[in-house]
């Protein structure tokens, strides 16, 4: 199956830095790749739609400020949680569809722990 | 709006018991996906199964099997002999069109299996 792969897994950071996550597929070439964020013991909530070449769309109540979404190319998206804070602490997921088989993965998956 | 609800937080059955999660989910689009996932203390997602509307075959994998009717707008999942490896949180999930959309997630359902 389609691999996805995020980097870091885990980071801490100390509160007002920015911490850039990143989302790879592969494999294959995906258009769309999706952001989701996991606080401890919830769901995922999907926070934004992330679109090569284009802007991103941000879920409602979702500061586009603060996580800057960059799909430069067809096989990485990067988030970048910008001036982060104790709030911002959580898992977050990112998955990339794949558009020759209507099917999504997910990565691993990264650990942000903000101090 | 789409959403998905696991009603069962948490469920904790004894080794080789039987056990059912259940799913009901609210749409208004006629066609859809839906998706079960499970979430192990890694973190990672591991895709179950996914299922289009348009199919409501019971399904079987091993001891897993997932029973979808549209008439109660249900797609509940079924563990037969539960072993301690299938303790996780599980989380049903629904998207719209061909399954490569934005997934909406229910608040998941965390399972123990006691040895």
């Known amino acids: 199956g389609a691999v996805v792969s995020q980097h870091p897994s885990r980071v801490i950071c100390k509160s007002g830095t920015s911490v850039k996550i990143e989302c790879r597929s592969l494999d294959f070439q995906a258009t769309t790749m999706f952001w989701y964020r996991q606080f401890p013991k919830q769901s995922l909530m999907l926070m934004a739609t992330s679109n090569e070449g284009s802007k991103a769309t941000y879920e409602q109540g979702v500061e586009k400020d603060k996580f800057l979404i960059n799909h430069a190319s067809l096989t990485l998206s990067t988030l970048t949680v910008t001036s982060a804070h104790p709030e911002d602490s959580s898992f977050y997921i990112c998955s990339a569809r794949d558009p020759t088989v209507y099917e999504q993965f997910f990565g691993p998956g990264t650990r942000l722990t903000v101090l | 709006a789409q959403k998905v609800t696991q009603a069962q937080t948490e469920i904790s059955v004894v080794e080789k018991e039987d056990v059912t999660l259940d799913c009901v989910y609210e749409?208004?689009?006629?066609?859809?996906?839906l998706f079960w996932y499970k979430q192990p203390p890694s973190g990672e997602l591991v895709f179950l199964i996914r299922?289009?509307?348009?199919?409501?075959q019971n399904e079987i994998s091993g001891r897993y099997s997932w029973n979808f009717q549209k008439s109660t707008s249900s797609f509940n999942f079924t563990i037969t002999a539960s072993q301690v490896v299938d303790s996780a949180v599980y989380f049903c999930a629904l998207s719209e069109n061909f399954g490569n959309e934005k997934l909406t997630f229910g608040t998941g359902t965390r399972l123990t299996i006691i040895p």
């Open positions: 749409t208004r689009d006629t066609t859809y996906y």
């Open positions: 299922r289009n509307s348009f199919d409501e």
